[in-house]
């Protein structure tokens, strides 16, 4: 299709203005564009046009199924977006007076409230941007901590193998030294390699549960004790919270803070480049080291973002737990675990499952056997799938299963289209060793097929340049 400067025609406009009611105010000298901007001219048909086309050129979890593995691509209802749209929310300014945002001021509390009941925490702050920059301030929590207290000696953070890249990443960021541990054979921490890094250098532990793998740690309370003798703390990366929301609370798994991923379980939609909100919550004695915002408090604050955040995404959460209440946020979870156990079954007999015991939200299919025997690799399925109308499921992650393909159907698909999902998925097997060069060369009805991502990553173009 064609770019919207490509549309453009000098001259043609859709904007129809009334005449001026205020003054006009001059720019002051230096302001003004030396040039006028090269903005696309087109009439009001042509626009439209282009954003359907636009719309039909994408796929979101309002066009199909949308699987993928550790995202939570659910579907989000409608009222929540209304919510953040009312005009008491979207017209205020960051730097009103206190007494002008009293409505916007419960908000925050209230699903502050909400949050840390849901996860076992004593406070928590809104300002991180999304979920690595929570997990960015979460880290500084456990730093401040330790330099509070004069212990200089606590320099790494413990991360398993199958943790989020974000993970190692983040402590490496907050200028701690990563120390990676091996799974054990059944896809969790394992407590030897555990106990083997621990010692008083150990500053504390990034996991998420349920894992990766999309198992829950049933070791858990004996994780986060271990490491509380040697002294750390235990973070918890809340990417996965959709599977346990309102069942466990991470706080009694013994975890210290946390932060969630409000756009992955807490009805805004992911993706698209945000905004997404990356709420960090802490027990009471790591209270004190949280950011703080201008919009609550007077000066002499912390902040790692200007005023409360993304504050529409807060709307958009607490409209979820108030629609939800206290019955429907356990169902949501415990509709996404069956979701998942059922659409693993059901594809098991073609594909094999890397961990096949009961899973979470989410489960790994490992394609390592079938890629060995008929040459189709898990990127040739994933790219097979968008001819059937499906996005493909993450692929090659977690890194601990090779050939791995990960699949999150989430609480709100229904039975029809599980096995919808599961029918085509014993489809790309039966086509994989029938005619693998046909899946090598998908996807053959997608208007993009098999870019050269390496050039695409290291030289993007990323701006429309006006042939001469």
């Known amino acids: ?60 979890v309002n066009c199909g199924f949308y699987p993928l593995g550790s995202c939570t691509m659910k579907y989000n209802p409608r009222v929540d977006e209304e919510m953040a749209a009312l005009p008491g929310f979207t017209g205020i300014h960051p730097l009103a007076p206190a007494e002008a945002v009293k409505g916007c001021q419960e908000v925050l509390e209230t699903a502050k409230a909400y949050l840390t009941e849901i996860t076992g925490m004593d406070d928590m702050t809104f300002q991180p ?22 212990d200089k000696a606590r320099t790494k953070i413990i991360v398993p193998d199958y943790a989020h890249g974000t993970n190692p990443a983040t402590a490496a960021m907050c200028g701690f030294e990563v120390v990676n541990i091996a799974s054990a054979p059944d896809g969790c921490v394992d407590l030897e390699a555990l106990k083997a890094v621990l010692g008083p250098d ?37 990417a996965n919270l959709n599977a346990v929301m309102g069942v466990v609370r991470p706080g009694d798994m013994g975890f210290d803070c946390i932060h969630l991923n409000l756009h992955k379980t807490f ?17 009471a004695f790591l209270a004190e080291f949280l950011p703080q915002s201008a919009l609550m408090r007077e000066a002499g604050h912390l902040q790692v973002r200007a005023f409360a955040g993304n504050f529409l ?15 429907g946020i356990p169902e949501a979870a415990k509709n996404a675990v069956l979701n998942a156990n059922y ?6 007999g073609s594909f094999d499952v890397a961990f096949d015991r009961i899973c979470m939200h ?49 609480e709100t698909e229904s039975k029809e289209t599980l096995d919808w999902a599961a029918e085509i998925f014993h489809k790309m097997y039966a086509l994989g060793k029938e005619d693998p060069e046909f899946m090598h060369q998908a996807p053959h009805q997608a208007q993009i097929g098999r870019p050269d991502e390496v050039l695409a990553a290291r030289k993007p173009v990323l701006r429309w340049v006006k042939p001469e």
């Open 1 to 60: 299709m064609k770019l919207i400067f490509e549309r453009s025609v000098p001259g043609r406009h859709c904007d129809v203005l009334g005449k001026c009611d205020v003054p006009y105010a001059d720019l002051p000298a230096g302001l003004e564009r030396a040039e006028a901007p090269e903005l696309p001219e087109l009439a009001e048909v042509d626009l439209n046009r282009h954003y359907t086309e636009l719309n039909h050129n994408v796929h979101g």
């Open 129 to 150: 941007a999304a979920g690595a920059h929570g997990e960015f301030t979460g880290v500084l929590l456990i730093k401040q901590y330790h330099d509070s207290r004069g």
């Open 202 to 238: 150990t500053a504390g532990l990034m996991l998420t549960n349920p894992n990766t793998v999309g198992i829950f740690d049933e070791n858990i309370l004996e994780i986060t004790r271990l490491v509380h003798e040697a002294g750390g703390l235990c973070y918890y990366d809340g």
């Open 267 to 283: 009805a805004t939609p992911h993706g698209g480049g945000g905004p997404g909100a990356g709420a960090v919550g802490c027990k």
């Open 313 to 327: 995404v807060v709307v958009r959460a607490l409209t979820y737990l108030l629609t939800m209440g206290r019955e």
């Open 343 to 348: 659409l693993m079954q059901q594809i098991k």
């Open 362 to 410: 989410e489960f790994v299919l490992d394609l390592s056997e079938y890629k060995k025997e008929t040459g189709v690799s898990a990127l040739d399925v994933a790219k097979s799938l968008i001819d059937y109308g499906m996005h493909p499921p993450t692929m090659y992650f977690p890194l601990i299963v090779h050939e791995a393909l990960m699949l999150e159907p989430t």
